[in-house]
């Protein structure tokens, strides 16, 4: 089975800052790995995928996730937050084959401070 | 990518009565899902809903508790039956963008609905 394991519940960081959100995954086959964001009272918006090709992916509104296999690992970075960036942002899977299914992270809540 | 329009985007509901969730998408798609959001966690998928078919429920969710009708192509209803405060959450439908050889695009989520159960 797969899981997805965001460490952090909540991430504050001041506007102009660097942020990363930390994605770890757990899967005994391969996977597509993705992020979500969702802001307030909004539904889910793709972010960036990594579904197969270079590790570093970039993704919309600056943002950017590197691929890395022997650590299981699927960061999400951005060299400069906005207020705007204040959100919900999920880590996704799924499998590469069979089922269609996602396995969502519980979110980590990115606060950009001003 | 598809435009999905969700109503209601939230309800305060009695316990013991029900309520209907609309989904309608701007384009026809083969699979739509629903997914469970509850306070403070991440989603659940509830069922996908095929044309033509019956759903099909996730480990945890049954039909009488959460029916789905999929009449067409473009459009889907979610109902949250006999409720009570433990169904408060926010419910959201979901198509998939596209597929490719390589696998698919991501999925194009509706807005929610926020639901409350008194």
């Known amino acids: 089975a797969q899981s997805v394991t965001q460490l952090d519940s909540q991430v504050p960081v001041f506007e102009e800052a660097p942020v990363e959100l930390r994605c770890n995954y757990s899967s005994s086959v391969s996977v597509y790995l993705f992020w979500y964001v969702q802001y307030p009272n909004q539904g889910l918006q793709l972010l960036l995928k990594y579904l197969s090709g270079s590790t570093l992916v970039k993704g919309i509104n600056g943002f950017e996730a590197e691929f890395n296999k022997s650590q299981t690992s699927f960061h999400l970075r951005k060299p400069s937050v906005h207020i705007s960036d204040t959100a919900e942002y999920f880590c996704a899977v799924s499998l590469t084959s069979g089922t269609y299914k996602y396995i969502f992270g519980t979110g980590t809540r990115l606060k950009v401070l001003a | 990518s598809a435009v999905i329009s969700q109503k209601p985007s939230r309800d305060i509901c009695q316990r013991g009565t029900s309520l209907t969730i609309q989904c309608q998408v701007d384009?026809?798609?083969?699979?739509m899902f629903w997914y469970r959001q509850q306070p403070g966690q991440s989603l659940t998928l509830i069922a996908t809903a095929n044309q033509g078919s019956e759903a099909t429920y996730e480990s945890g969710f049954v039909i009488d508790k959460f029916p789905i009708s999929r009449p067409n192509l473009t459009f889907s209803t979610l109902t949250v039956s006999n409720m009570s405060p433990e169904d408060s959450s926010i419910y959201l439908c979901?198509?998939?963008?596209?597929?490719?050889?390589?696998?698919?695009?991501?999925?194009?989520f509706g807005s929610g609905t926020r639901l409350t159960v008194v």
């Open positions: 979901s198509v998939e963008e596209g597929w490719t050889g390589i696998g698919n695009y991501g999925y194009t």
């Open positions: 384009s026809q798609v083969t699979m």
